[in-house]
């Protein structure tokens, strides 16, 4: 059964941190895409962070610096480490993974499989 499983969310004050991990079963991540995506209530799903199939990374403008996207094949999980947290990162938080070998996973079409989301609250 593919599955994407995500766990780490919950409540932190601005500025603070929160580390998201995302346990892939029934596929494996190696020559993936693997991406995080974001979505606040009222506003579309967005991207937050590429590790491409050779595991470049990429960063939407407004995380770059704060956020950290890393992979283990070995394991095959996916993790996003976010520090300096504000206000705007509120939001579901969503993993995904692109098609085996697929240079792309930036939009939403080119997402394979999907996790449920997890919650990420940021307060003042």
């Known amino acids: 059964q593919v599955q994407l499983v995500e766990s780490g969310g919950g409540s932190v004050q601005a500025g603070g941190s929160l580390s998201l991990s995302c346990a892939a079963s029934?596929?494996?991540?190696?020559?993936?895409?693997m991406a995080w995506f974001r979505q606040s209530p009222g506003k579309e799903r967005e991207l937050v962070a590429v590790?491409?199939?050779?595991?470049?990374?990429t960063y939407t403008d407004s995380v770059k610096g704060r956020f950290t996207i890393t992979r283990d094949n070995s394991k095959n999980t996916l993790s996003l480490q976010m520090n300096n947290l504000k206000l705007e990162d509120t939001a579901l938080y969503y993993c995904?993974?692109?098609?085996?070998?697929?240079?792309?996973?930036?939009?939403?079409?080119?997402?394979?499989?999907w996790g449920q989301g997890t919650q990420v609250t940021v307060s003042s």
């Open positions: 029934g596929f494996p991540i190696y020559y993936r895409c």
């Open positions: 590790s491409d199939r050779v595991g470049t990374t």
């Open positions: 995904a993974a692109g098609d085996w070998g697929a240079t792309r996973c930036n939009r939403l079409d080119e997402v394979q499989y």
